[in-house]
T-cell receptor, first 112, second 120 residues
């Protein structure tokens, strides 16, 4: 079945550092790919998405590019802030009305 | 747009009681809603898929008689935890798939803020 593997955390960075969180997937078809963010005690918020190969999703300074050849969707941000501290989940879906398959999540802590 | 609410946000109950959690899509219609469960510092586990007007589809290992799901309308799904026990304490999160109305994307699931259930 489909699966998502993302780098294990926790990741601790200083403010303004560069962030990369790796995510790779296995899927039989051509899934849509997502990054969700979960702040402490809250639900999940969609951060960005990409629906086909070579698409780049971006939001709030975060970016991720759908790489079919490497089956990857790595999350990047050029300069992190303390407010970016959260858990980040990579996920895929075969279609909008099928359940999301989540990675295990990566906890990011940004220190001032 | 594309807001999903959950009620209550937090509930504490005694062992043996039943608890109902509501999931509403506030500004779009959702033919499909999903219920997930999240343990501390872990990822989300899919419990069931809820389709409007039909029976829910449960994942393997999820007791359908214990976790009753009803999707009575295009904007509301409910999860009832029957005869709750301490091991049912968890964070329950729903998500909704839009039919494409009111600006919500059809290829995206929108998540509620979650309900933290504590069973004493």
């Amino acid at each position: 079945g489909d699966s998502v593997t993302q780098m294990e955390g926790p990741v601790t960075l200083s403010e303004e550092a560069f962030l990369t969180i790796n995510c790779t997937y296995t899927a039989t078809g051509y899934p849509s790919l997502f990054w969700y963010v979960q702040y402490p005690g809250e639900g999940l918020q969609l951060l960005l998405k990409a629906t086909k190969a070579d698409d780049k999703g971006s939001n709030k300074g975060f970016e991720a590019t759908y790489r079919k050849e490497t089956t990857s969707f790595h999350l990047e941000k050029g300069s992190v802030q303390v407010s970016d501290s959260a858990v980040y989940f990579c996920a895929l879906s075969d279609s909008g009305n099928t359940p999301l398959v989540f990675g295990k999540g990566t906890r990011l802590s940004v220190i001032a | 747009g594309a807001v999903v609410s959950q009620h209550p946000s937090r509930v504490i109950c005694k062992s043996g009681t039943s608890v109902k959690i509501e999931c509403r899509s506030l500004d779009f219609q959702a033919t499909t809603m999903f219920w997930y469960r999240q343990f501390p510092k872990q990822s989300l586990m899919l419990m069931a898929t809820s389709n409007e007007g039909s029976k829910a589809t449960y994942e393997q290992g999820v007791e359908k008689d214990k976790f009753l799901i009803n999707h009575a309308s295009l904007t509301l799904s409910t999860l009832t935890v029957t005869s709750a026990h301490p091991e049912d304490s968890s964070f329950y999160i729903c998500s909704a798939h839009s039919t494409g109305t009111s600006g919500a994307s059809t290829d995206t699931q929108y998540f509620g803020p979650g309900t933290r259930l504590t069973v004493l």
